[in-house]
């Protein structure tokens, strides 16, 4: 199946302080989510961006489907961004199916 | 905004009961989907079901769970006799027709097996 590889692993910032999380999967997808699951295990969806950029607030996500990556940038970040970062990707199969693969995820905390 | 709710929120058991999280979708929604976190690990696909029935699952779905979609509004996964190692955050998902479009999630149900 396809691999989802996410980095770094883990990420500690000082509030206030920039950083880009980085997906690289192994095949083609047909499209790809971030999420953001809270401390209380909660799934965010961030963004649903099968290629190009898009930006919200002080989040924006660029995907790059042709060399099979994502970046996730996270600007002037807050103790409420802490917890971890998931990318999945999304395959298409036969008669509109489609199947979900989560990354190994990025655990970022932000310190004040 | 519609989105997919999930109840209970937690649910404690003892190894071997029956347990059935439920889930209700966006309500225009026709494709649904189980998925589980072992905690501080990463999301696992479960099940997939369109048109009342399974349409894909993952080696972890074996014979112990099963899904239904007992009305116009529910979707619920059964784990018939639960083992400690079921202990996970179960999330349910929903989505329209075509092939790519955005999956929502549930904010999901924490299952303990004591």
């Known amino acids: 199946g396809i691999q989802v590889e996410q980095s770094p692993p883990d990420l500690i910032l000082q509030e206030g302080a920039n950083s880009t999380l980085r997906c690289n999967f192994s095949?083609?997808?047909?499209?790809l989510q971030w999420f953001h699951q809270n401390p209380w295990g909660q799934l965010i969806n961030l963004f649903y961006?099968?290629?190009g950029t898009k930006q919200n607030g002080r989040l924006s996500a660029t995907t790059v489907a042709t060399e099979r990556y994502s970046l996730l940038y996270i600007s002037s970040s807050q103790t409420t961004d802490s917890g971890v970062y998931f990318c999945a990707v999304v395959k298409r199969g036969s008669g509109g199916y489609q199947k979900v693969t989560f990354g190994t995820g990025t655990k970022l905390q932000v310190i004040p | 905004e519609p989105e997919v709710t999930q109840t209970p929120s937690h649910q404690v058991t003892q190894m071997g009961q029956e347990v059935i999280l439920r889930c209700v979708p966006i309500s225009n929604h026709l494709y649904f989907y189980w998925y589980r976190q072992i905690l501080g690990q990463k999301v696992e696909f479960l099940v997939s079901?369109?048109?009342?029935?399974?349409?894909?699952k993952s080696e972890i779905f074996d014979d112990q769970f099963s899904v239904e979609r007992p009305d116009g509004s529910n979707f619920t996964l059964k784990i018939r006799s639960t083992k400690l190692e079921d202990s996970a955050m179960y999330f349910c998902a929903s989505r329209m027709t075509g092939g790519a479009n955005e999956q929502f999630f549930g904010p999901g149900t924490r299952l303990t097996v004591l």
């Open positions: 095949d083609s997808v047909n499209n």
């Open positions: 961006i099968p290629s």
């Open positions: 079901f369109y048109n009342n029935e399974i349409s894909e």
